[in-house]
């Protein structure tokens, strides 16, 4: 792992937010405040007492890195504001370079999920209808917004993304 593009010490608080973040989102469907917000913070300040003002700009280059690479999917109504925090506070912590790895990974994660819980639940042709609702602007398909929509919790994929872009360095 080349320790001079993050925080060296960001791996182990990022493992325990993706994991406790994990927990609480698949048993409530949330991430809680309470949860990313202060690991946000400590990640900004951790950043910026290890590396100073070049650890500061890293730090909040993650956090605006991951609300403008998930932002647009929350403000469509296919991601929960608490998948963006969460984000957000990995950003915090490991910077824009290893979050950009961690995003691919998560993507390439959440997407293999959705399709296997999609297939075992019965319903890949809806999610498949509901996605290209969402893509082309039709808000009636798979939204949060929409109570019958199926929602799958997405903390799982961002944290396996972001462990596997920890072991991609």
């Known amino acids: 792992m080349d320790m001079h593009l993050m925080n060296p010490i960001a791996v182990w608080p990022t493992i325990a937010l993706v994991v406790a973040a994990t927990i ?23 950043s910026a007492v290890a590396r100073g003002w070049s650890g500061l700009g890293q730090s909040l280059l ?33 910077g824009p370079s290893q979050l950009l790895i961690a995003l691919v990974m998560t993507s390439l994660i959440g997407g293999a999920m959705a399709l296997v819980w999609a297939i075992t639940g019965g319903f890949l042709k809806e999610v498949l209808l509901g996605t290209a609702g969402l893509v082309f602007g039709r808000r009636k398909g798979l939204t949060l917004a929409n109570p019958a929509a199926r929602k799958m919790p997405y903390a799982p994929a961002i944290a396996v993304g972001t462990i596997l872009s920890f072991l991609s360095r």
Do not use: E, Y
């Open 24 to 46: 609480t989102d698949v048993r409530s469907r949330r991430i809680p405040n309470v949860l990313v917000l202060p690991f946000l913070l400590l990640g900004v300040a951790s």
């Open 62 to 94: 993650g956090v605006l890195l991951a609300i403008a690479a998930l932002g647009l999917f929350c403000l469509l109504g296919g991601m929960g504001l608490g998948d963006v925090k969460l984000c957000a506070a990995v950003g915090a912590w490991i």
